[in-house]
Nanobody, 125 residues
Framework: QVQLVESGGGLVQAGDSLRLSCAAS????????MGWFRQAPGKEREFVAS?????????YYADSVEGRFTISRDNAKNTLSLQMNSLKSEDTALYYC?????????????????WGQGTQVTVSS
């Protein structure tokens, strides 16, 4: 069992940066692939980024955030991060971190077994 708690959201202006964090409980965090998803009002939840469990982690990004967002993890601290630069108004959403206990590292939300409650990011233009 893994519990996930996101933090770091807030209200920023377009072009600003934010860093989201996700604190994970449980001794098996290091063996899980992790992902960030987001959901804007009236829209479906969408994939943002994911990272594998292994050292030398493999990462994947949605096209809409590629080059602006960076996902990383610190297995020693059981922490997942998302550095978001050059934020746009369309990045406004509730951001969730999620854990895939099978370590598949990918886009489908159905792969993820554990989810946090989310942290709100609002970007004003």
């Amino acid at each position: 069992q893994v519990q996930l708690v996101e933090s770091g959201g807030g209200l920023v202006q377009a072009g600003d940066s934010l860093r989201l964090s996700c604190a994970a409980s449980g001794r098996t965090f290091s063996s899980y692939s992790m992902g960030w998803f987001r959901q804007a009002p009236g829209k479906e939840r969408e994939f943002v980024a994911s990272i594998s469990w292994a050292r030398g982690s493999f990462t994947y990004y949605a096209d809409s955030v590629e080059g602006r967002f960076t996902i990383s993890r610190d297995n020693a601290k059981n922490t997942l991060s998302l550095q978001m630069n050059s934020l746009k108004s369309e990045d406004t959403a509730l951001y969730y971190c999620a854990a895939d206990r099978l370590g598949r590292n990918g886009r489908p939300s159905s792969w993820y077994d554990y989810w946090g409650q989310g942290t709100q990011v609002t970007v004003s233009s």
